[in-house]
Structures are given as structure tokens and as C-alpha cells.
């Protein structure tokens, strides 16, 4: 397992557009996490998932954002309807439940709205 | 607002030198803080933790120290060496709980030869 993987890497797409991210966590991590990232800001929660249940959304995660993670595996992240506002780096990680643990982040995809 | 900060956008550092890189938190109800180190069109990489139950933890180069009553929490580099050139994330969260990371901003550091 070579860690957290991110699909794709850049996105461009045209405002209206849907667009979707796969993450891949860390093959025994039960968590995962995805943070939205914008240029001179830290990464910003949007939610979580424990195996395939969302456990938490942040306020950042509008209605045109949507997350699963059916069989506690892999994560999609989709966004429909892009806004400009919306590009930005969209970070994915993982971690282990128990007690408290660092999450080890993805290469992260970069999404630009035209 | 801001539950973690990290008030110097950048920090340039000779080369063999001490970097300090600091970071000022308000929500007493984390225990447990993490930095991360971003190099560019990379994802952040864990760097070093350390637990409210300690006051230090040191790994190689790189030492945290953690002031409880003053809600601060520091990295140290020593020395620091231009590969250290990166963004530096301060992060903390609640344990017992959801464990979700609170980031700050960041603080890009420079290592000059």
C-alpha cells in the first residue's frame, strides 16, 4: 500500500459542470476525511466518514456537494452545478479510529472552474 | 473564526540555524495537536504530534513544545536545512471524539544556503 490516492489529479472543468473525485484510503484506515484547500488558507474540513457512514458534514459542504463511501473503502466527492468559487485543491485522508492518531493526507485534486 | 492560528505567513532561516515556527490555538478542548509539512502540488506529509499530556516531543531535528495555559505550541528545527523549505501546518483536534484536524493557515518557511 503506497498510501492515500487521489483521482484525478487536475480537473478543469465549465461552471454548471458536475464533476466527481475518487480517494483510495490507506488499505486498514477506517476514517476518512475530505478538506477543501484554497490558495493562502489551510485545508478546511468538509466531512468524514468511520468505514461508510457520514459522520459529519461541515457547514462548508453546500447542497451541491455530495460524499459516500459505499462499501467503507473507497470515497467519491461529487460537486454538481461548479461554481467558480469552487476550484480549489480537494485533499483526502485517512487514519486509523483509535484514540487520537494523525491523518495521512493524499496528493490531493486540483480543480479549476472556467 | 479561527480556532488555530498561525500568525507568521512566512519565516526565512539560514542554512545550520534554528527555525521556530509557532502556532496559537483557542478551543480548550483540544488535547492533541499535529504539524504538517506541504511541499507544492503535494498533500500535506505528518511532521510530528504531541499529546496535552506532554509538554515536548522531540523526533531527530524537529521538537514541538506545547504551552498549555498559554494555548500555544511551537516547532522547532534544528538545524534547518534548505530541504525544510516547505509550508508548514499547524493542526489540532479533540480526542475522544471525531478527531477531525483543525488547520491553520500555514506558516512558509525559507531556507537559505
Known amino acids: 500500500d503506497t498510501g492515500v490516492s487521489q483521482d484525478p489529479r487536475h480537473k478543469i472543468t465549465k461552471r454548471g459542470q458536475n464533476v466527481t473525485f475518487r480517494c483510495d484510503p490507506i488499505s486498514e484506515h477506517n476514517r476518512l476525511y475530505w478538506y477543501r484547500q484554497t490558495l493562502g488558507q489551510g485545508p478546511e474540513f468538509l466531512t468524514y466518514?468511520?468505514?461508510?457512514?457520514?459522520?459529519?458534514k461541515s457547514r462548508l459542504l453546500s447542497d451541491r456537494f455530495s460524499a459516500e463511501r459505499p462499501k467503507g473503502s473507497f470515497s467519491t466527492l461529487e460537486i454538481q452545478r461548479t461554481e467558480q468559487g469552487d476550484s480549489a485543491m480537494y485533499l483526502c485522508?485517512?487514519?486509523?479510529?483509535?484514540?487520537?492518531?494523525?491523518?495521512?493526507f493524499g496528493q490531493g485534486t486540483r480543480l479549476t472552474v472556467v | 473564526d479561527q480556532q488555530v492560528k498561525q500568525n507568521s505567513p512566512s519565516l526565512s532561516v539560514q542554512e545550520g540555524r534554528i527555525s521556530i515556527l509557532n502556532c496559537d490555538y483557542t478551543?480548550?478542548?483540544?488535547?492533541?495537536f499535529l504539524w504538517y509539512k506541504k511541499y507544492p502540488a503535494e498533500g500535506p506529509t505528518f511532521l510530528i504530534s504531541?499529546?496535552?499530556?506532554?509538554d515536548k516531543n522531540e523526533d531527530g531535528r524537529f521538537t514541538v513544545f506545547l504551552n498549555k495555559s498559554a494555548k500555544h505550541l511551537s516547532l522547532h528545527i534544528v538545524p534547518s536545512q534548505p530541504g525544510d523549505s516547505a509550508v508548514y501546518f499547524c493542526a489540532a483536534s479533540v480526542s475522544g471524539g471525531s478527531y477531525i484536524p483543525t488547520f491553520g493557515r500555514g506558516t512558509s518557511l525559507i531556507v537559505h544556503p
Open positions: 466518514f468511520q468505514n461508510e457512514a457520514q459522520l459529519e
Open positions: 478551543n480548550s478542548m483540544f488535547d492533541y
Open positions: 485522508a485517512s487514519s486509523l479510529a483509535i484514540k487520537s492518531t494523525e491523518a495521512f
Open positions: 504531541i499529546s496535552s499530556i506532554k
